[in-house]
């Protein structure tokens, strides 16, 4: 196909997407009952009651006035914050401990069943056990944030180091590298591919994970701040929320899909 | 006593069964230093798990490789490999990958001789101007030669040439085959290569080590080839004695080749019949 093509095919995706838009959100202002001035709003709230609820929200993210009233950027910031170390932390331990998995397949074999087991239990479900063992909810939030991005990252770490072509590991036996230098030189470049695409996936469970986990720890936080808004009864606010966890969500995905682009390589 | 020594290796893969499959049994060869030794054979006579055992990324099930008087088992930087796919690693330039060699053969130099000395052995083998480049970027020829450089450049004791040229076409084939030869004659290394090319083999060689057809193929004879050098192709396959030692060596490979009666399907050893086996010598 040549680049002209190419061209008018993005551009006709491109219009199909706004047309589907432009169409979702008529569709939805026009099944809106418009409330008579002064009588109180009754159903779902319509785009444009969200959009100028959003605007308010934008034009001043960080004002603090207490507990229960803080911008959308600081509860966002609470939220990325938790996500961030609780995702570093497992990202850290699922690396080292998947690498060990990928060169010793005995390891890999004592110790599967129980990543099996592990694996697909909710993240959420750790939550009373951290909460009784830690005592403070900020922190057990956390861990359910290292608890849903750890099986990911590790699964994918041990297979993609268990994978390595062996022609690589024979080099770096000819050079004697130390291990150290095996690890940063061979093992981690040659697997990285993989280990991106698990950091990929894990990410993307744990910012759904800590939603979840923040309207159950209240405080803060984005998922706290969506239940807060439904306790008010302020839908505007819960629906502008939610699409902001999901622009979060595609940036952070973004993120990795560019770090995944540059550790690729081809054989 | 030889620099390098195959004493009677063996070597026995494990089969589904507990059968044990003999692949070649009591190699003994020697080669002297700055001598090249090329071994040829059919597909399945080992040679390759050979190169590897003298490696020392596989183990010989019975004997040792002695080098330099010291029996190796484990691989070193004494013995570089050139492997018939290159193994070079693709997330690395041409000039990482002989780095990475270098620093690790020579970790006592400081970094600006290392590249200077990175530079040399890319010039060496004509890629000035892709030091840049993935090998994906690159064709067999070129990944060959960084393999080359990557090899020659750690100045091992052996150089182990696993049938380099075999995945490159047959007009670079002969380019690479010469630049080889240049290299080995400015530097003298002791090299042991195998390959299923006779050409290539008596063109390179002091000897060609021959073996006969797996499993349990052994090693039958050893040709030496005393053509002077440096060796001009053209002029080494124009030679009378060329073409009588090619004929020796293809008549060898094609008599060498064991018959199964039509109707035998196993892969048994008994089912195998030698229809003539070499003489091996002591």
């Given at each position: ?19 589907l ?18 009588a109180?709003?009754e159903g779902?709230?319509?785009p444009?009651?969200?959009?100028s ?46 690498v060990?998995?990928g ?18 239990i ?19 939030a ?12 590790l ?5 993609g ?36 695409a698990?950091l ?28 807060n ?15 902001m ?14 770090l ?8 | ?7 009677t ?19 003994r060869l020697?080669?002297e230093k ?18 590897n ?9 019975e004997g040792?490789?002695?080098l ?13 490999v ?34 200077d ?12 101007g ?28 052996v ?22 030869m240049?290299?080995w004659t ?21 000897k ?15 040709v ?7 060796r ?9 004695e060329?073409a ?6 293809i ?25 003539r ?6």
């Amino acid at each position: 196909m040549d680049q002209i093509a190419v061209m008018s095919e993005r551009k006709k995706s491109i219009i199909s997407s706004v047309a589907l838009l432009t169409i979702f959100l008529a569709v939805w202002q026009l099944s809106v009952k418009t409330p008579a001035p002064g009588a109180k709003a009754e159903g779902l709230p319509g785009p444009m009651a969200v959009a100028s609820r959003a605007w308010e929200m934008v034009s001043d993210p960080f004002y603090n006035n207490g507990p229960n009233d803080k911008g959308i950027g600081i509860q966002l910031g609470y939220s990325v914050g938790r996500l961030l170390i609780g995702y570093t932390a497992a990202a850290l331990v699922a690396i080292s401990l998947g690498v060990m998995l990928g060169l010793s397949p005995g390891f890999y074999r004592a110790l599967n069943p129980y990543i099996q087991v592990l694996k697909p239990i909710s993240p959420l479900a750790w939550m009373p056990l951290f909460l009784y063992t830690i005592k403070d909810s900020s922190q057990s939030a956390v861990m359910v944030i290292f608890m849903s991005s750890l099986w990911p990252i590790l699964a994918n770490t041990a297979f993609g180091v268990a994978g390595i072509k062996r022609d690589y590991l024979n080099v770096s036996a000819l050079l004697q590298l130390s291990w150290f230098k095996r690890l940063w030189k061979v093992i981690l470049p040659a697997a990285a591919p993989a280990i991106v695409a698990g950091l990929r996936i894990s990410i993307g469970s744990a910012w759904v994970a800590i939603v979840a986990a923040e309207m159950l720890i209240g405080g803060t936080g984005i998922g706290y701040f969506v239940w807060n808004e439904w306790n008010n009864l302020q839908l505007t606010s819960v629906i502008f929320a939610i699409l902001m966890t999901g622009f979060v969500g595609l940036l952070l995905d973004t993120g990795f899909g560019s770090l995944a682009k540059t550790l690729t390589y081809k054989e | 006593m030889s620099f390098l020594e195959v004493e009677t290796v063996s070597k026995y893969f494990s089969e589904a069964g507990g059968q044990r499959l003999c692949v070649f049994k009591d190699v003994r060869l020697h080669i002297e230093k700055s001598e090249f030794v090329t071994m040829v054979g059919h597909s399945g006579c080992g040679k390759s798990t050979l190169l590897n055992i003298i490696a020392g990324l596989e183990k010989p099930t019975e004997g040792a490789v002695i080098l330099d008087g010291r029996e190796v088992d484990t691989p070193g930087l004494d013995r570089m490999v050139v492997f018939q796919n290159f193994s070079l690693l693709p997330w690395m330039s041409v000039y990482e990958n002989i780095r990475l060699a270098v620093k690790a053969a020579f970790a006592q130099w400081e970094a600006r001789k290392i590249n200077d000395y990175v530079q040399r052995y890319v010039n060496m083998v004509g890629l000035a101007g892709s030091e840049t480049k993935r090998p994906a970027a690159l064709s067999g020829g070129m990944r060959q030669r960084v393999g080359l450089a990557r090899a020659f450049a750690v100045q091992p004791k052996v150089l182990l040439l696993d049938e380099p040229f075999a995945q490159i076409d047959a007009l670079t084939r002969g380019t690479i085959q010469d630049e080889l030869m240049r290299m080995w004659t400015a530097t003298r290394n002791t090299v042991f290569m195998v390959t299923h090319d006779v050409e290539e083999a008596i063109l390179l060689s002091d000897k060609i080590a021959l073996m006969t057809s797996g499993p349990s193929a052994q090693l039958a004879e050893i040709v030496e080839v005393t053509f002077p050098r440096p060796r001009v192709r053209e002029e080494v396959l124009d030679l009378a004695e060329f073409a009588r030692i090619k004929k020796h060596v293809i008549n060898f490979l094609k008599n060498c080749v064991r018959e199964r009666p039509a109707n035998d399907t196993t892969f048994g050893t008994d089912a195998l019949v030698v229809t003539r086996r070499v003489a091996a010598k002591a």
